[in-house]
């Protein structure tokens, strides 16, 4: 019982320090653009994601039981995918680089599992593909490798088609005008955004608390549980059920997204928002609607997608659309690199991790 509390605790941990990289992402523009304060900003964030929290479970099921082997991912593993997860995205924001922590997560999920299953690589879901369609596959390579790829190229095409006719209807407008009036519609982008990353991030965490309440139930660990605890127990696909999120895991990811937000989100706010363009509220109001919009389909179809890296492209989109030399390239470089080692470095964490507690 105590190591099924720690994983719930860390994993909640995980989403305290998920609140510093991705929901900042989210509220980055709202803020460097001036429309609201950043205390303003967090209560948006906070409102929003808690109301998107509720909207659909596909990519909490998607961690729960769509990535790894579940008979693999016992507590002491979930623990060291989660310990990876925290350690990558602590380096992260210390460098204020907006890594993604979604991608950290899955990371840290297949090399513990890899390392807790001496090596048996068919322990990580791979590749199942869909009957009819390509999105409704599963495993890591529908579910997590061609929306890394493919949502980036969708933001960053998204921001700069938006942004390039916003420029053309907007061509003869006074810019105290366009800054008046877009600085109004950005509070809707704003809360859009907050909303499709309450939809998609916030349900990560739940997937990793559901896939620990899944295990301690079918292996018979809740079965002398007093009444009152009785919510912990979770059937799930062993059971012949789908896995079930309960709505107090629901409120409880939500919050403590929220928290974090509040606590340490500004490093990566300055990155996003001030660093790698030059933000006005039109160009705000362009970026957040299309990360929005990318992250919202991602969730429909079950995609644990990068908040990082929907807002990010959208914002270099709108960047270019202004014009290259708009754009700061060395930012972006450093960018592009930490999420090219995100994967293989929050694994490589995980695995090590876990080799290292059975060595002790």
């Known amino acids: 019982m105590l190591l099924i509390l720690t994983v719930i605790f860390a994993a ?55 990535l790894v082997d579940a008979q693999v991912a016992t507590m002491p593993v979930l623990c060291c995918a989660i310990f990876a997860a925290i350690v990558w995205n602590l380096l992260t924001w210390w460098l204020g680089l907006p890594s993604s922590s979604s991608h950290a997560l899955v990371g840290g999920l297949c090399g513990a599992v890899l ?41 960053f095409i998204g921001g700069f088609i938006i942004m390039g006719i916003l420029y053309c209807i907007l061509r003869n407008w006074k810019p105290v005008t366009v800054n008046r009036t877009f600085g109004k519609l950005q509070l809707f982008s704003a809360g859009y955004m907050g909303f499709a990353h309450g ?20 292996t018979g660990k809740f079965d002398a549980l007093p009444g009152w605890l009785s919510f912990l127990k979770t059937l799930g696909p062993e059971a012949g059920q789908p896995v079930h999120i309960a709505t107090w895991i629901k409120i409880v990811c939500a919050l403590t997204m929220c928290a974090g937000t509040a606590a340490g989100g500004w490093r990566i706010i300055k990155t996003l928002g001030h660093k790698m363009v030059k933000l006005h509220p039109v160009h705000g109001f362009a970026a957040e609607a299309t990360g929005a919009t990318v992250l919202f ?41 930490a999420w090219l080692m995100t994967l293989p470095a929050s694994a490589a964490v995980a695995y090590a991790t876990v080799k290292l507690v059975r060595m002790f």
């Open 199 to 218: 939809t998609n991030d916030a349900q990560k965490t739940m997937g990793i608390i559901a896939l620990a309440l899944v295990a301690a139930t079918t």
């Open 115 to 155: 390392a807790a299953s001496d090596n048996r690589w068919s322990s990580i879901i791979w590749s199942i593909p869909g009957k009819n369609h390509w999105w409704e596959g599963k495993g890591v390579l529908w579910k997590v490798i061609v929306p890394m790829i493919t949502s980036p190229l969708i933001g």
């Open 12 to 66: 909640l941990v995980f989403t305290y320090i998920n609140g510093f990289h991705d929901t900042a992402n989210s509220i980055a523009t709202v803020v460097s653009t001036k429309v609201l304060t950043p205390r303003q900003a967090v209560l948006l964030a906070a409102v929003t994601n808690l109301i998107g929290a509720f909207f659909g479970t596909a990519v909490a099921t998607t961690i729960a039981s769509g």
């Open 297 to 337: 389909t991602a969730a429909h179809f079950g995609m644990p997608v990068s908040t990082t890296h929907a807002i990010t492209t959208s914002i270099m989109g709108v960047g270019c659309a202004k014009g290259l030399n708009h754009l700061k390239l060395s930012v972006v470089e450093r960018i592009i690199w």
